[in-house]
């Protein structure tokens, strides 16, 4: 069973419940949460937070409301289906290109900051919002 820590940044503009559900479905796309792997419990989350519990169980309801997870009372709440490409796993040659470039990047002097402005940048004048076309 793989586990999640949630990262809560306070200062990031975006509502912390949207905070996990965001890092949640990255988990899924990434193949780092799988169907049937449990979630942390809203209390082990407020542990590791400091956030309200009210905050966490409203991200489970939505990550629920959009077929992710699903509650079994008294056992916790679990994933049911994954997001995860091929593509994206640890090992893909997508993966290793995008790292081979993040080196590149590195090494040119860019910081977080401008690699994720470069990064956004690109990916909005290459895919904006349309869906990937099939092979």
Do not use: C, H
């Not at 965001?22 to 988990?27: L, P």
């Not at 905050?55 to 994954?82: D, H």
Request: proline share 7%.
């Amino acid at each position: 069973m793989r586990v999640i820590e949630y990262r809560i940044d306070r200062r990031a503009g975006v509502a912390t419940y949207l905070q996990i559900v965001q890092q949640t479905k990255q988990a899924l796309r990434l193949g780092l949460l799988q169907s049937g792997d449990r979630l942390p419990t809203a209390k082990e989350v407020v542990a590791a937070t400091a956030i309200n519990p009210n905050t966490v169980l409203k991200a489970y309801r939505e990550l629920e409301r959009e077929g992710l997870v699903e509650p079994r009372p008294g056992l916790g709440t679990f994933v049911r289906r994954s997001l995860a490409r091929p593509e994206s796993a640890a090992g893909s040659p997508l993966r290793a290109e995008l790292a081979a470039w993040m080196d590149r990047a590195r090494e040119a002097g860019l910081d977080r900051e401008d690699v994720a402005a470069l990064f956004a940048s690109v990916l909005d004048e290459r895919l904006g919002d349309a869906p990937p076309t099939p092979n």
